[in-house]
Every structure is written in structure tokens, then in C-alpha cells.
């Protein structure tokens, strides 16, 4: 309650300089000013905020399936950036093959295309020097285009998202961007977290390797 303890340390001030001046200031009431402080918290109260819980204190990615949206958050919890994506058109699910997009924390352990220009195809984790087009998207309509920057995530569940036939890393599920023809708030990826081209370029560039996600279906 910063707007509380700035009037107590004012009243705290005040009396002190009293005592080193031998001079006599105006008595002021302190539950007077107390209560002055909390009204204008209240008026004005805390922005609300989502800390990391799985490694507190960290800034994080929070991916919703249900609102096909993606939000950074700083250490504090403070939403810092938000979104619209588009996850898997199959749903939710973490085996080998499926086509769905994981649940779970995660973590951004490699990073693939910093500095290339947007709409860059990278194939096969490689940045190509050709780009995507509309016109290039009309001839291969089935392809799912992987473009600009990719965060490949790891697992960080052991039995879930992590080892086996269930592990994310192996299956190379990406927050990535991706062309004009998705729809954009709807699920059609083919696991993947796709992201606007300018949007995945931020996004890349506000994060460290490292940084947790958590892929959430109901958020």
C-alpha cells in the first residue's frame, strides 16, 4: 500500500525534524492520515497480477487454448504483452502423432531465426532464403508453413509432456509464425502454437531461452 506507507513516512519525517529543531509543527492525527492513504488505495487499487508457479519470481508465457490467446507476464506477474494464436485443430493432447498441441509447462529451450526478415520460411529448422506469400500459400494449401522465428519447447513434466512418446521436444512443438491464411482466434495448427509474424518477432525479442510456458486448455 505504497500511498500509506508515503504518509506514515512523511508523519515519521515530520516528528523527527521536530526533535532536531526544538520546533513545535502542528499535531497530526495518525489514524487520520491512515485512513486518507487507504481511501485512495482504494480509489486506485493494485493492478492484478499471475506469478509464475512453477518457478516463482520468473517471467512466463501463458498460452490459452480456450481464448487462443498467448500472454507474457514479467516476474511480477504483470501482464506485460497479449496475443491472438492459433493452437492445434485436433484439440488438446500430448502423444507422439496426435497433432494436438500439449498441455502443461514447458520451457522455450532452443530459438531459431533471430534477425531474419518477417515471413522468412524456415524448413526443417533452417532459415531459407525464400518467403511466404499468398501466392506461394494458393499452390501448396495443405502445407503448414513454419515462418519468421521459432521458441521450440521442451517438456518440463516428466510422464506428461516429457520422455517417451509424449515428449514435446521430440515431437517439435513451436511457438512459431505463420501466413495471412490462418485463422487467427481459431484452432488449425498441426500442433504448433502459431503467432502473427510481427507478433512472434516481439515476442521473441521480450524473452530470454529459458523463460517458462504453461499451455493451459481452459484459460
Known amino acids: 500500500?505504497?500511498?500509506?506507507?508515503?504518509?506514515?513516512?512523511?508523519?515519521?519525517?515530520?516528528?523527527?525534524?521536530?526533535?532536531?529543531?526544538?520546533?513545535?509543527?502542528?499535531?497530526?492525527?495518525?489514524?487520520?492520515?491512515?485512513?486518507?492513504?487507504?481511501?485512495?488505495?482504494?480509489?486506485?487499487?493494485?493492478?492484478?497480477?499471475?506469478?509464475?508457479?512453477?518457478?516463482?519470481?520468473?517471467?512466463?508465457?501463458?498460452?490459452?487454448?480456450?481464448?487462443?490467446?498467448?500472454?507474457?507476464?514479467?516476474?511480477?506477474?504483470?501482464?506485460?504483452?497479449?496475443?491472438?494464436?492459433?493452437?492445434?485443430?485436433?484439440?488438446?493432447?500430448?502423444?507422439?502423432?496426435?497433432?494436438?498441441?500439449?498441455?502443461?509447462?514447458?520451457?522455450?529451450?532452443?530459438?531459431?531465426?533471430?534477425?531474419?526478415?518477417?515471413?522468412?520460411?524456415?524448413?526443417r529448422r533452417k532459415v531459407t532464403p525464400w518467403k511466404y506469400t499468398p501466392e506461394l500459400h494458393a499452390q501448396y494449401p495443405n502445407k503448414d508453413w513454419i515462418l519468421t522465428r521459432i521458441l521450440w519447447l521442451c517438456g518440463e513434466e516428466p510422464g506428461k509432456n516429457q520422455g517417451g512418446e509424449v515428449d514435446s521436444y521430440n515431437r517439435a512443438i513451436y511457438i512459431h509464425g505463420a501466413g495471412e491464411h490462418v485463422p487467427w482466434g481459431s484452432p488449425s495448427s498441426l500442433g504448433c502454437v502459431r503467432m502473427k509474424n510481427p507478433d512472434v518477432i516481439e515476442l521473441f525479442d521480450a524473452t530470454d531461452n529459458g523463460i517458462d510456458v504453461l499451455i493451459d486448455e481452459n484459460a
Open 1 to 123: 500500500m505504497p500511498r500509506l506507507l508515503l504518509a506514515l513516512c512523511l508523519l515519521s519525517a515530520a516528528a523527527g525534524a521536530a526533535a532536531d529543531d526544538d520546533q513545535v509543527l502542528p499535531q497530526v492525527d495518525p489514524i487520520a492520515v491512515a485512513a486518507f492513504a487507504a481511501g485512495q488505495q482504494a480509489a486506485a487499487p493494485l493492478l492484478e497480477t499471475h506469478p509464475n508457479a512453477h518457478r516463482y519470481g520468473a517471467p512466463w508465457i501463458l498460452v490459452g487454448v480456450k481464448s487462443q490467446t498467448l500472454k507474457l507476464y514479467d516476474g511480477w506477474g504483470r501482464l506485460q504483452r497479449e496475443y491472438i494464436v492459433s493452437t492445434a485443430r485436433k484439440g488438446v493432447g500430448e502423444l507422439s502423432g496426435s497433432y494436438q498441441t500439449p498441455r502443461g509447462w514447458h520451457r522455450v529451450c532452443e530459438r531459431i531465426g533471430a534477425g531474419v526478415e518477417a515471413d522468412t520460411i524456415i524448413f
